[in-house]
């Protein structure tokens, strides 16, 4: 029996687990927010109902048990929890636009609780608002990338034709650092 619009803690994870494997939004992308969500939702009992859910509380009592947890781990976890429990609500509540529903809620609450950090720019600062990501480019090389929370398919496709121009050809053999330009 499918647990999906059970609204608890099972549902969400097979909410997303289900997304990262028919790709509905990017797989791993949905692999974080079921990481985030099931590692956070840890705190709570299986049968919480999210729709209830106090999410200021859950994350305080999630940090609380995890003091090892650096500060950047924990800005993450409540990132992605946050943007994660936001899409499972909305689809819950049939919401056809549930796959936005984090990004705006993400935004939002930086703006709102000063957690911006000129990571997220609200109106009349610059021309539309501004989010960082962050991209593990490599095992080894995480690139943070400011674009505009409504990044269009011609921004994109101009965004890739660009990052395509910069990139060097290694030849074989060649160290990573080497035949880079330094910065």
Known sequence: MSEISSGTRAGYVEFFAGLAQRQEIDRSNAKNYLHAGSRVMSVESAAVDVRDLNVDDVLARFEAQNPDLSPESVKTYRSRFRVGIAMYRAFLDGDDDWKNAGRSVSVRDAVATGQ??????????????????????????????????????????????????????RPPGESSGAGHPAA
């Open 116 to 169: 911006a950090r000129g990571r997220v720019q609200p109106d009349g600062d610059v021309p539309g608002r501004i989010i960082a990501y962050d991209l593990p480019l490599r095992p080894d090389l995480l690139v943070r990338i400011n674009l505009p929370v409504d990044l269009t398919t011609a921004d994109a496709d101009r965004l890739a034709a660009f990052v395509r121009s910069l990139a060097f050809d």
